[in-house]
């Protein structure tokens, strides 16, 4: 079965900060990896995603995250935080091709001051 | 697009009542859905996995009987949680995806509070 880790719970940044979200996962299968982020008072929506292919991948307002092979992690990144980012941010992993639902670290909460 | 609808958003009702929980896949056909619970200040955790026409498949630990899924359409999944009690009150969050082989993102619905007093 699928685990994943977040490392951070709560991470507090000045506005043009720059972010890294830890996240590690247990498999010992291929794996899809996702981000979601999730706005106060708002459903889960999918920053970026890995599939295959180039291990760098860039997703939405400005979010990039790199697959680590060797180290089972696929941290979040971003250069310049706003205060818009203020959000909870989710890990997640599933096995590919086996149809299985998506398995979500514990969240970090990001609060981004201004 | 990938717009999945879930009603209602809140439900506060007594305790020994049933409750229905509504999840739509508004402008895609959902060949699988999925039903989390999230505890606050928690993860999500999976509940159960359904294929439009098939059983649903229940995590370890959850109840079956007590909380009952149907997925007769490629666009509707219901989630029943019969005789709530409080503890069951939680915030549930159903999911859908388009192919049932991992491929595509699962999108999520906005969440149902439910409050069991």
């Known amino acids: 079965a699928q685990s994943v880790s977040q490392h951070n719970h709560h991470v507090i940044l000045s506005e043009a900060a720059s972010l890294e979200l830890g996240c590690n996962y247990s498999?010992?299968?291929?794996?899809?990896l996702f981000w979601y982020v999730q706005y106060p008072g708002q459903h889960l929506q999918l920053l970026l995603k890995?599939?295959?292919?180039?291990?760098l991948v860039k997703g939405i307002k400005g979010f990039e995250a790199e697959f680590i092979k060797s180290k089972f992690s696929f941290n979040l990144r971003k250069p310049s935080v706003q205060w818009s980012d203020t959000a909870e941010y989710f890990c997640?992993?599933?096995?590919?091709?086996?149809?299985?639902?998506?398995?979500f670290g514990k969240g970090t909460t990001l609060s981004v001051s201004s | 697009g990938a717009v999945v609808s879930q009603h209602p958003s809140w439900v506060i009702c007594k305790s020994g009542t049933s409750v229905k929980i509504e999840c739509r896949s508004l402008?895609?056909?959902?060949?699988?859905m999925f039903w989390y619970r999230q505890f606050p200040k928690q993860s999500l955790m999976l509940m159960a996995t359904?294929?439009?026409?098939?059983?649903?498949?229940?995590e370890q630990g959850v109840e079956k009987d007590k909380f009952l899924i149907n997925h007769a359409s490629l666009t509707l999944s219901t989630l029943t949680v019969t005789s709530a009690h409080p503890e069951d009150s939680s915030f549930y969050i159903c999911?859908?995806?388009?192919?049932?082989?991992?491929?595509?993102?699962?999108?999520f619905g906005d969440g149902t509070r439910l409050s069991i007093l």
């Open positions: 999911s859908a995806r388009g192919d049932r082989y991992s491929n595509q993102p699962q999108h």
């Open positions: 498999y010992g299968g291929t794996v899809n």
């Open positions: 890995y599939f295959s292919g180039d291990p």
């Open positions: 997640a992993v599933n096995a590919q091709q086996a149809g299985t639902a998506l398995i």
């Open positions: 402008d895609f056909q959902a060949t699988t």
């Open positions: 359904s294929n439009e026409g098939s059983k649903a498949t229940y």
